[in-house]
């Protein structure tokens, strides 16, 4: 059984090492970045031994070492006597490594006097022993950097991404708009219970004011709209790794419709079993 604590990180040139690599040293790995595929037996022997002061590991090596698709090969097989490392091999489709490239003006590893296709196609065959007798491959063609740490989080760690924090934020924009919001919704074309005596003086939180502001046909229309533009969103901005999400709900002074709309969305959001907050800003300015 593979060993989760140790980890090798291969795969063709541009299908995401890096990132995986700078990921898991964020989840507290040790990560050594192209080490000669010699020394791997020698740093397993330290590492067994506890004379190094590290728990996890993850080594990337690849291509750019000589005769690394012959070496490491036999040094996996010495190692694998001793420890059970997952060896994790990153793939991409050629298109999607030509233009990763080219976006990043970066040159292939193996470019010489070749064309990057060229080198890219050359890379594949020469890696393919080793992507047969790697413990998982990973296709990053369509994968964002953030889909590709959920996919490691989920595959390899076995343990669950953390859950996005909404926060679903009520404000006046007499006193302007938060400045972490990112979405932000404007309720002041609603009925404003500002204007009804026996309303002025009372909060969002009031019964009354809600009767009053949801019985316009106009704010069920608003709230089944909100909400379904919503549910669409928050799936992406998870999809993008976002940890917190500020959804803006505004009115004129912050106390009455867009207190009212804010809680409405905070349950509406609670029923899709979203973690959700709420703030209620200016609701005694």
Sequence with gaps: MEDDRFLIITGLSGSGKTVASRFLEDLGYYCIDNLPAKLIPSFVELWTRREVEIEKVALVVDIREAGFETEFPEVLKVIRKKISPKLIFLDASDETLIKRFSESRRPHPMKRRKSVRESVQLERNRLADIKRIADEVVDTTETTIFQLKERLTRRFLKRKAKKMQILVVSFGYKYGIPLES?????????????????????????????????????????????????????????EEGKSLLTVSIGCTGGKHRSVIIAEKLKEH??????????????LYK
Excluded: C, W
Excluded at 185 to 202: A, S
Excluded at 270 to 281: A, E, L
């Design 182 to 238: 990112d979405l932000v919704f404007d309720t002041r074309f609603l009925p404003n219970p500002f204007y009804v005596d026996e309303l002025m003086n009372k909060t969002g939180k009031s019964q009354r004011v809600k009767e009053y502001v949801l019985k316009e046909k106009g704010a069920k229309k608003f709230l089944a709209t909100l909400n379904r533009f919503v549910d669409y969103l928050v799936p992406k901005f998870i």
């Design 269 to 282: 959001l609670k029923g899709k079993k979203y973690s959700v907050g709420i703030y209620h800003r200016d």
